[in-house]
T-cell receptor, first 115, second 116 residues
Framework: KAGVTQTPRYLIKTRGQQVTLSCSPI?????VSWYQQTPGQGLQFLFE???????NKGNFPGRFSGRQFSNSRSEMNVSTLELGDSALYLC??????????????FGNGTRLTVT | AQKITQTQPGMFVQEKEAVTLDCTYD???????LFWYKQPSSGEMIFLIY??????QNATEGRYSLNFQKARKSANLVISASQLGDSAMYFC?????????????FGKGTKLTVNP
């Protein structure tokens, strides 16, 4: 069974640009969550999608957005990039809310560097 | 707000010895779940073990076990017989929130180094 796939693995962008990251969940998983990981702030929740609807959202500015398609694949977009957006962006999928039988399964992440 | 505290930024252990990684949490919700994840240098987060707030027994999963002390709001991870491959970052996380808005809140992590 294939795991969570995130593309691309690495991205280098310039301030002011926008970027789109992609995530393919494990087959059958309907929930996709996104996390930002930085050395200073650690892992911070961005948002969660379930059956194409945003079900939960973290405390990030509106420049961060996402969507989920009918096949459960998800994308997140960051507009007007800032230097502080440099981070590892992790996507995770699960059957539904995280439980013992439905833990979050994470991808390898996309390393975004903003110069 | 829910919070996870991991007070050990780094831990060192000799191969084949046991090690305990500390995790304390803060929540006012009576129903919650606690997760431990391992993150090797490759970046992928690997699920290790889960403890539910209503579970009567401490969770175990192979060489991993949880020392769950509900009254103290702690859920320490015990790794027995450490292996070199256990060297990684370890994160404790709590799932809380009313129905439909559950998410995981992670601690800052502990970097474990296993020495040969």
């Amino acid at each position: 069974k294939a795991g969570v796939t995130q593309t691309p693995r690495y991205l280098i962008k310039t301030r002011g640009q926008q970027v789109t990251l992609s995530c393919s969940p494990i087959s059958g998983h309907r929930s996709v969550s996104w996390y930002q990981q930085t050395p200073g702030q650690g892992l911070q929740f961005l948002f969660e999608y379930f059956s194409e609807t945003q079900r939960n959202k973290g405390n990030f500015p509106g420049r961060f957005s996402g969507r989920q398609f009918s096949n459960s694949r998800s994308e997140m977009n960051v507009s007007t990039l800032e230097l502080g957006d440099s981070a590892l962006y992790l996507c995770a999928s699960s059957w539904d809310i995280p439980t013992e039988n439905s833990p979050l399964h994470f991808g390898n992440g996309t390393r975004l560097t903003v110069t | 707000a829910q919070k996870i505290t991991q007070t050990q930024p780094g831990m060192f252990v000799q191969e084949k010895e046991a090690v305990t990684l500390d995790c304390t949490y803060d929540t006012s919700d009576p129903s919650y779940g606690l997760f431990w994840y391992k993150q090797p240098s490759s970046g992928e987060m690997i699920f290790l073990i889960y403890q539910g707030s209503y579970d009567q027994q401490n969770a175990t999963e192979g060489r991993y076990s949880l020392n769950f002390q509900k009254a103290r709001k702690s859920a320490n991870l015990v790794i027995s017989a450490s292996q070199l491959g256990d060297s990684a970052m370890y994160f404790c996380a709590i799932r809380t929130g009313p129905g439909g808005s559950e998410k995981l809140v992670f601690g800052k992590g502990t970097k474990l180094t296993v020495n040969p």
